[in-house]
């Protein structure tokens, strides 16, 4: 079974440009989380996607926002981007929610020039 | 929300040596796992342990939910081992994992 994938890998923006990152979780999975990792701030949730609806939303701007599909892939975009969006982008999978096992994707590192 | 405190923050170790890792909660979690984050960011499970003890090869866990805690345990610990060590665990019915600030090991030949 394939795991979860993350496209693009690396990405390289300048400030005020938005950016779109992409997760498709494992087959079968039906829930999608967000996680930014920072070396100051650690791993910190964005948000989460179950049944193309979120259910959660963590403490961070307006510019980031996501969405999930009918198929459970995720999309998360960030507009006018700061400096201090650079960051490594992990996604999460799981078969249902709430009390399941999660496993993540590669990760996708923006830098912000 | 809850709070996860990891310790130590930082073990450096000669290859073969054991270490335990700790994950302290200030609250009920659900869903408690570890994961090694590999040196290129991603995330990998090494036990999903709400309670109760695990082992994987070298590796082994124990969760006492009622005092809420976890223990990792490596032992006979290769170079490979080396990388930062994160517990997480969710609440209620939420997806959302809260991290540990990780624990970074180095294991040195």
């Known amino acids: 079974k394939a795991g979860v994938t993350q496209t693009p890998r690396y990405l390289i923006k300048t400030r005020g440009q938005q950016v779109t990152l992409s997760c498709s979780p494992i087959s079968g999975h039906r829930s999608v989380s967000w996680y930014q990792q920072t070396p100051g701030q650690g791993l910190q949730f964005l948000f989460e996607y179950f049944s193309e609806t979120q259910r959660n939303k963590g403490n961070f701007p307006g510019r980031f926002s996501g969405r999930q599909f009918s198929n459970s892939r995720s999309e998360m975009n960030v507009s006018t981007l700061e400096l201090g969006d650079s960051a490594l982008y992990l996604c999460?999978?799981?078969?249902?929610?709430?009390?399941?096992?999660?496993?993540f994707g590669p990760g996708t590192r923006l830098t912000v020039l | 929300g809850i709070q996860v405190e990891q310790s130590p923050p930082d073990l450096i170790l000669q290859e073969g040596a054991n270490s335990t890792l700790r994950c302290n909660f200030s609250?009920?979690?659900?869903?408690l796992q570890w994961f090694h984050q590999n040196p290129w960011g991603q995330l990998i499970n090494l036990f999903y342990?709400?309670?109760g003890t695990k082992q994987n090869g070298r590796l082994s866990a124990t969760t006492v939910a009622t005092e809420r805690y976890s223990l990792l345990y490596i032992s006979s610990s290769q170079t490979t081992d080396s990388g930062v060590y994160f517990c997480?665990?969710?609440?209620?019915?939420?997806?959302?994992?809260?991290f540990g600030k990780g624990t970074k090991l180095t294991v040195n030949p």
């Open positions: 999460a999978s799981g078969r249902d929610r709430g009390y399941n096992e999660q496993f």
């Open positions: 342990i709400p309670s």
């Open positions: 997480a665990g969710t609440q209620g019915g939420s997806e959302k994992l809260v």
């Open positions: 609250d009920s979690v659900n869903n």
